[in-house]
Each structure stands twice: as structure tokens, then as C-alpha cells.
């Protein structure tokens, strides 16, 4: 089945530095990619998906990247602002079990005034 | 539409007592979801349902039940509280098909005590 490893775990920018989260898979058939957004005490929100037939994807200072070669993906935040503070999770598609979102452990994304 | 909704938002319960934490959406949406999310980790999968009655485990299925007798509910049964089942719980939708991401509820936060 579908593995999903998250790097870093923790990751400390400065205010209005980027920040990049990376994501790898394993099952070559995977073909759709989310990023979700949780704040301390609420509940985790998509922010940004690409699929396998793009290799990037842009949302204001978001975007994704996908390199199908290498099975994995990145989330690339830039100018980063204090709301940017939050868990950030990947996930993959399981292609076998019925399409469920397989999940990376999350990275707490710290942003220093 | 109110998306998904979760009740209760918070419930203190005793060990070796029951009860059902209630999910409902109004998107049409087939596919639901049940996850737990201990402190400072991931998300887990308890269950899942990919439509009105079907349902399948997840990877922590253990003390908990599922029904799905409608598309718009999937409530989570809790039979004999255990400690290890204090956590924060998350209900979570989808349309049918590849490419979909979840749209989660604002959660039940549950202590046994």
C-alpha cells in the first residue's frame, strides 16, 4: 500500500523568508496530491492539491511542485507572514483502498517576528 | 451549506461508559470519514464509508462502531471508554472519484477520565 513520509518534522523561518515541506510516496499510481493547513485547535483545511498530470501548481504565495520521477512533492510557501503558523499535512492517494487520502506525520511550520 | 457538522464539540466521560459522537454533511458527498488526532501527532483513520451502508475499517478500528444508514450521517459509536481513547476526533467528506480533497468537521475534543 500507499506510504507517505513528511519532512521536516519542525521547521523555523524568519518572517518574510520561504519555507519548503517536502513529501515523498511510494505507490507510482498515486495521482492526486493535497496540502492541508491546521491551526493550534481547529481543524485541518485544504490549502493547495495538484494532480499527476501537472508538474506545478501556483495559489498566491502557495504552490506545489511534483516530480512523478522521484515520487515526491513540495509545498513552497513564500514571504511568510505570522498566520502562516500552523501543522502542515501531505497526502497521497491510496489507489487500492478505495482512493482514501494516506497521510505524512506533519510539520509545525514556525514563523519568527 | 454548512459543510460538515460534528457534535458535541467537547464531552468528559467516564471510563467504561458509552456514547456516539454524531457527523452529519449536506453536500451529497459519499464518501466519510472518521480520524482521531491524539496531541501534537497526525491523523489516524478509525473508519470509513463509501456510501449508505458500507462501511470498512481503518487502521485503529479497535473500541469504536460504525453505521451509515444515510448518505448525510456516519456517527461513531464508543462502547466502554478506555482511557487511550481521549483524543480529538474528526469527521471528514468527500465526493466520489479520484482527485477529491476532505472537507472535515471542527471536531469533538474527548477526555476519559
Known amino acids: 500500500g500507499e506510504n507517505v513520509e513528511q519532512h521536516p518534522s519542525t521547521l523555523s523561518v524568519q518572517e518574510g523568508d520561504s519555507a519548503v515541506i517536502k513529501c515523498t510516496y511510494s505507490d507510482s499510481a498515486s495521482n492526486y496530491f493535497p496540502w492541508y493547513k491546521q491551526e493550534l485547535g481547529k481543524r485541518p483545511q485544504l490549502i493547495i492539491d495538484?494532480?499527476?498530470n501537472v508538474g506545478e501548481k501556483k495559489d498566491q504565495r502557495i504552490a506545489v511542485t511534483l516530480n512523478k520521477t522521484a515520487k515526491h512533492f513540495s509545498l513552497h510557501i513564500t514571504e511568510t507572514q505570522p498566520e502562516d503558523s500552523a501543522v502542515y499535512f501531505c497526502?497521497?492517494?491510496?489507489?487500492?483502498?478505495?482512493?482514501?487520502?494516506?497521510w505524512g506525520a506533519g510539520t509545525k511550520l514556525i514563523i519568527k517576528p | 451549506n454548512a459543510g460538515v457538522t460534528q457534535t458535541p464539540k467537547f464531552r468528559i466521560l467516564k471510563i467504561g461508559q458509552s456514547m456516539t459522537l454524531q457527523c452529519a454533511q449536506d453536500m451529497n458527498h459519499n464518501y466519510m470519514y472518521w480520524y482521531r488526532q491524539d496531541p501534537g501527532m497526525g491523523l489516524k483513520l478509525i473508519y470509513y464509508?463509501?456510501?449508505?451502508?458500507?462501511?470498512d475499517k481503518g487502521e485503529v478500528p479497535n473500541g469504536y462502531n460504525v453505521s451509515r444508514s444515510t448518505t448525510e450521517d456516519f456517527p461513531l459509536r464508543l462502547e466502554l471508554a478506555a482511557p487511550s481513547q481521549t483524543s480529538v476526533y474528526f469527521c471528514?467528506?468527500?465526493?466520489?472519484?479520484?482527485?477529491?480533497?476532505?472537507?472535515f468537521g471542527s471536531g469533538t475534543r474527548l477526555t476519559v477520565v
Open positions: 471528514a467528506s468527500r465526493l466520489t472519484g479520484l482527485g477529491y480533497g476532505y472537507t
Open positions: 464509508s463509501v456510501g449508505a451502508g458500507i462501511t
Open positions: 497526502a497521497a492517494t491510496a489507489m487500492d483502498s478505495n482512493y482514501q487520502l494516506i
Open positions: 495538484i494532480r499527476s
